[in-house]
């Protein structure tokens, strides 16, 4: 069996050069997702500074928490239920980016936890979506 | 499902995650005769083609890839 | 033990019994009735390829009942047949062989033109596989991915042997059609069997799915198996089929009358289920394994008066209780009348008739390979076992008989199809529909090579050697149903705003427009049109495309995009821009703003908003700029605030200075509203005062509420999609896709106001040079219309009319409740080198070409 929880995580972007995402201090007790060459993705960045510094080789760094909706698979199952949502092959651990029920999704894996991050317009039909296609494998 | 697309950042992803821009088209032409077959004839070739691929689900930066119309193969895959 | 009902009779089943064994042991023979001739059919292969034995089963047409297994309570239907399959009047279409050739439908009807309306329902009811239940549901299929190493399609010997071997690659999943070991009689063969499958289950790295049939290879590596109400789509690293042969299709005429069997087919009736296929038998022997089939039948009790034995095997013969031996001789014909009565062996052109019941033929292993054929050359698919085998051609070949027996083609059909021109085997195929049908060649592929190659050489059979190559094999393998292939496929997605809740706790009436799910009204849309133009109102816009652009090459990605000035624009001001493609075409429209050095804040349209992001990031790839863009379109919601009162509600609620100076009109600011920071953005689309309130997406529904509670005090009412369409057309304001063609220029759409030409390079201005020389072809245009019906918005999509030519189209239309007119908008072509002025429209009102705006073209109320 496997829970689904709806959650808000902070998420917080950083857009800068190559060499400013490589080297920018991730807080402690944060995921860093580097979703693209010069764009970095933290979640549960409670205290990254949220002051945009968009010129020069500084990097721009932003609170976009309100773009994001968490979707948690947590149990035995989660792996399970994430199979009958998407065909992407999940890390043993660690984070992958692509499609998830037609929304462009993050996706990171913890142990028996999954998150799916989708942008917050997606939510509710992504919400849907899983408890529909995962019926069999969610607990109630 | 199916054909994959080497994505530059994030490695090979099936097909249905990008959006396809076409084959490879110069900005511009030097003169108005030949931006007309810039724009409207491209090569359309039965073979190898180069053509931009945009990962919409994922990364959401182009790639360029060089692809064989008639078997899917990708150059350097 | 149990009981099952066919056509209203229960008929009782044994452990074990498949469909078709229950129902040969109370006596059935005919299974079904061909396509096209109604001809009777009996059991045949026994093993899932043919038609023959298909029937409805719990309403589910073409069920192989040789392989379904007896569930208590199954209810079975033949389908066809008039008046039912035993009795089948439509029979005589046999009779009429002569007159309906194959492709006749071709040919005939074609004149007078109202008979093939008429024909083709009359042939549509009296051929086909069963009707589908028009009221039952699909059920719910179950959909996931499995992604393994290695998949085996095939759980026989060489399918496990193979799996058990793979496990050291990586993970395993081994799938079957059926059960392991359902299709095989008691002996050493299903001993090893189930040795193998005991073995292969225990290992941790390997899964096994019995039920799960194998629809087809697609590139990538992608194999759906589909079970019952179950699919599995697997993404393997690679694949090995060991899908097995089967047993190749006699063609001689009289081959598909019942009673004539292959040996796998019987043999599995006698050996298996304890049935016997038939009294009297004539038997062909060209197989080791046919050596086994002789001797289940003899173990039934079934008299065997001849034995046609290739000269390799005569010698394993038992030496007697097996009739008359024919060494090297084969069937010249079977004759029967509703089944078969007997049998006609020949060897060395002398020919002799046995009475008998029952033939049955083991002619020679065919191997089943459809599905490996779909692979691409080089993808790592492999062949094993009898499924790798490899067929030869002994240089017979039958003179006539039925081909396919799924589509009812003869080897005469075959003939006259090739006297008639088509003359490969691909193209034979097409027109004749052989291997088109269930068994998809599994029966007559190979038969249609040979007659392919063999015609073709000027030959009537082909000669000794390896066999021709088959026509393409293409998913899917077997009959899927439409439930299956519909399974997990999300194509509807619904973005909502965060302002949903509150649009359906106010009654709206919601809908699908641009991917979003919007309010069109909250029940009177002419009302909330007047709350717009007279008081004030509010809007959900927060599906808007939002992005902010940043960086060292932020100015420079911005002007080369877009074909008006930008370097130009203060920090606080915006302009209207469009965005247009590589031929010059109009793509998309929003406005820019510049926010400060090196930052841009732009909007888009809400359908165009992912094109938009995926159009700036490539430009500023192709150019190499250092540009950021941070789509906002979900960060930020958005909700307009229109009307002459816009500023006075917008000041209960804001201690920001609002003014025309401060927020100029094509301008915007960051203020505080209502407690929320919020970017205003002044806007001109309804053509009243307007500002767009960009907010933190989570703050808005307390924005919302806060804005509709202040503004009680003009009555304010919120406006959706409806009153949208007639503020933003009275106007002129196009809307991209409904008012615009793919091919419009700013020319053509009287926008080239929004380009300069004397830049140095945008995106598309060399092509806008190349067309500025052409002479103008199509226009835009406003339209005020007379004569037109009550309901003005009926002419939308009507024709526009000059001297009987259609010249245009409508592309919207209203009755404008400010101006009292019907006006509209649309698209006219040259007529004589000019634009007409003066048009019909296909009802027959009159349309005439008039400026845009309609209301308030001076444009001072949006001004403010």
Redesign the interface.
């Known amino acids: 069996m496997a829970e689904l929880r709806v959650e808000h995580p902070s998420v917080v ?1 950083v ?3 190559r060499d400013a995402c490589d080297s920018f201090e991730v807080p402690d007790g944060t995921t860093p997702m580097r ?5 970095l993705m933290l979640v549960d960045a409670p205290g990254v500074a949220e002051v945009r510094v ?3 080789s500084a990097p ?1 760094v ?1 609170n ?1 928490s ?3 909706v968490a979707l948690v698979l947590e149990g035995v199952d989660a792996l ?1 239920a994430f ?2 949502l ?2 992407l ?1 999940l890390p043993v651990e660690g984070w992958i ?3 998830v ?5 993050k996706v990171l894996v913890a142990g028996d936890r999954v998150t799916i991050l989708v ?4 939510a ?2 992504v919400e849907d ?1 899983i408890r529909t ?1 995962a019926a ?1 494998v969610l607990g109630s | 499902m199916a054909i994959e697309i080497p994505c530059s950042w994030c490695g090979p992803r099936p097909f249905t995650e990008f959006s396809f821009g076409g084959e490879w088209r110069e900005l511009e032409a030097p003169d108005p005769e030949a931006d007309f077959a810039r724009v409207y004839l491209p090569e359309n070739p039965e073979g190898w083609q180069r053509e931009r691929w945009f990962h919409a689900m994922g990364c959401r930066t182009w790639t360029t890839v060089t692809r064989d119309t008639r078997t899917n193969a990708i150059e350097g895959s | 033990m149990g009981s099952i009902e066919f056509e209203g009779r229960p008929v009782s089943f044994e452990q074990g019994d498949t469909i078709a064994s229950a129902l040969y042991r109370v006596g059935v023979r005919t299974f079904s009735r061909s396509l096209k001739y109604h001809r009777r059919r009996g059991l045949y292969c026994g093993t899932g390829d043919c038609p023959n034995c298909l029937m409805t089963v719990d309403e589910r047409p073409a069920v192989h009942t040789c392989t379904a297994p007896c569930v208590e309570g199954m209810r079975i239907e033949r389908p066809g047949g008039f008046p039912n399959a035993e009795r089948d009047l439509l029979h005589v279409t046999d009779s009429l062989h002569r007159v309906m050739p194959v492709g006749f439908y071709y040919k005939t009807f074609v004149r007078p033109r109202f008979a093939w309306p008429i024909a083709e329902r009359v042939i549509r009811r009296a051929t086909g596989l069963g009707a589908l239940p028009p009221t039952t549901a699909a059920t719910r299929q179950v959909v996931r991915h499995e992604h393994v190493g290695t998949l085996v399609v095939g759980a026989g010997i060489a399918g496990l042997d193979a799996a058990r071997d793979a496990g050291a690659w990586g993970s395993v999943l081994v799938c079957d059609e059926g059960r392991i070991c359902h299709a095989i009689a008691p002996g050493t063969t299903a001993d090893r069997l189930a040795e193998l499958a005991t073995e292969v289950r225990s290992l941790e790295n390997v899964a096994v799915l019995e039920g799960f049939t194998a629809l087809g290879i697609y590139e990538g590596l992608h194999v759906p198996l589909a079970g019952d109400g179950e699919l599995v789509h697997v993404h393997p690293s690679r694949v090995i089929v060991a899908t097995g042969a089967v047993e190749e299709h006699g063609v001689f005429p009289g081959n598909d009358l019942p009673g004539v069997m292959l040996g796998r087919g019987a043999a599995g009736l006698a050996g298996i289920h304890g049935v016997r296929p038939g009294e009297r038998a004539a038997v062909v022997v060209r197989t080791d394994e046919g050596i086994d089939h002789l001797r289940a039948l003899t173990g039934a009790g079934v008299e065997i008066v001849a034995v046609a034995v290739s000269t390799a095997l005569a010698a394993r013969l038992p030496s007697d209780g097996v009739g008359e031996i024919v060494v090297d001789g084969d069937v010249l014909e079977a004759r029967g009348g509703s089944s078969l009565r007997s049998v006609t062996l020949r060897r060395d052109g002398r020919g002799k008739r046995f009475d008998c019941d029952l033939l049955v033929l083991s002619l020679g292993l065919s191997p089943r390979d459809g599905l490996a054929r779909m692979a691409l050359p080089g993808e790592p698919v492999t062949l094993v076992g009898d499924a790798a085998g490899e067929t030869r051609h002994d240089g017979r070949c039958g003179h006539d008989g039925t081909v396919c027996l799924c589509e009812d083609v003869s080897m005469h059909d075959l003939e006259q199809a090739w006297d008639e021109g088509f003359r490969n085997a691909e193209i034979l195929k097409r027109y004749t529909t052989t291997t088109m049908g269930p068994c998809q060649g599994a029966m007559c592929g190979r038969a249609l090579a040979c007659f392919a190659a063999s015609h073709a050489d000027g030959r009537s059979h082909p000669p000794e050697g390896p066999d021709p190559p088959r026509t393409t094999a293409r998913p899917p393998t077997r009959p899927v149903t439409l439930e299956s292939l519909a399974a997990g496929v999300h194509e509807i997605v619904d973005k909502r705003t965060s302002l949903h809740e509150l649009h359906v706790a106010a009654g709206a009436q919601l809908d699908r427009s641009g991917g979003w799910l919007r309010p069109f009204s909250y029940g009177d849309w002419r009302g909330e049109y007047r709350a717009v133009r007279e008081r004030v109102s509010v809007m959900d816009v927060g599906t808007l495309g939002k992005f902010s652009i940043a960086g060292p090459g932020a100015d420079e990605l911005v002007d080369r995009l877009f074909p008006c000035r930008t370097d130009d624009l203060e920090p606080g001001r915006t302009r209207y821009v469009l965005t247009l493609d590589e031929a010059g075409y109009v793509m998309d429209d929003g406005l820019l703003g510049r926010v400060g050095e090196g930052e841009w804040y732009l909007t888009s349209t809400s359908g165009g908003a992912g094109r938009t992001d995926a159009r700036l990031r490539n430009l500023a790839d192709r150019l190499e700029l250092d540009a950021h863009v941070l789509d906002r379109t979900a960060q930020w919601g958005a909700i307009n605030v229109a009307g002459p009162y816009a500023r006075d509600l917008l000041e209960r609620l804001t201690d920001d200075p609002i003014g025309a100076e401060a927020v100029p009109s094509r301008g915007f600011a960051d203020v505080t509203v209502a407690g929320v920071p919020c970017r205003a953005v002044r806007t001109g689309f309804v053509g009243e005062l307007a500002f767009e309130l960009h907010h933190p997406r989570r703050r808005g529904p307390g924005l919302w509420r806060e804005l509709v509670d202040a503004g009680r005090e003009w009555d304010l009412r919120p406006h959706g999609l409806d009153a949208l369409e007639l503020l933003r057309l009275e106007k002129g304001h196009v809307y991209l896709g409904q008012d615009t063609m793919p091919d419009d220029t700013p020319v053509k759409l009287r926008m080239s106001w929004a380009v300069d030409m004397s830049k140095q390079w945008f995106l598309g201005k060399q092509a806008l040079e190349r067309m500025s020389t052409l002479p103008p072809s199509r226009r835009q245009v406003g339209l005020e219309f007379s004569g037109g019906p009550a309901d003005t918005a009926a002419l939308r999509g009507e024709p526009l009319i000059v001297r009987g030519t259609v010249v245009g189209r409508i592309t919207s239309a209203e009755r404008s409740i400010a101006l009292d007119r019907a006006i509209g908008l649309g698209w006219v072509r040259t007529v004589d080198g000019g634009f007409p002025e003066r048009l019909e429209t296909g009802s027959g009102a009159t349309a005439r070409v008039v400026p845009t705006p309609f209301y308030d073209p001076e444009g001072g109320r949006m001004r403010g």
């Not at chain 1, 979703?35 to 764009?39: G, K, Q, S, T």
């Not at chain 1, 029920?101 to 999704?105: G, H, N, P, T, W």
């Not at chain 1, 942008?119 to 997606?122: G, I, S």
């Open positions: 972007m857009l800068g050069s979703i693209a060459p010069r764009e968009p010129t020069g721009w932003e976009v309100d773009a994001w399970a199979a009958r998407s065909e092959e980016q692509g499609e029920v037609r929304a462009a999704a942008p917050a317009m997606l509710t039909h979506r296609d069999e």
